[in-house]
């Protein structure tokens, strides 16, 4: 079974999300939740980057994408 980048982050995301909840101090559960965030993050961009790459493949993109914040 291959699994995608996208979707080990989610899983590594969940991990910690579930570290998190085993936790019983404050700080280290804190830590577990940041560190679930950034995973989190890291896969929406990856989905990003996914379907750009599907839609660049079929010749639906006509500019180069750019990021907004």
Do not use: I
């Not at 699994?3 to 280290?28: C, G, K, W």
């Not at 493949?57 to 907004?68: H, L, P, S, W």
Request: net charge negative.
């Amino acid at each position: 079974m291959n699994v995608s980048q996208t979707e080990s982050f989610r899983n590594a995301a969940d991990h910690e999300r579930s570290e998190a909840e085993r936790s019983t101090l404050p700080l280290v559960r804190e830590r577990h939740l940041r560190s679930a965030e950034a995973w989190d993050a890291m896969a929406a961009q990856g989905e990003l980057t996914e379907r750009l790459a599907e839609a660049n493949a079929e010749g639906r993109v006509k500019y180069a994408y750019q990021r907004t914040r």
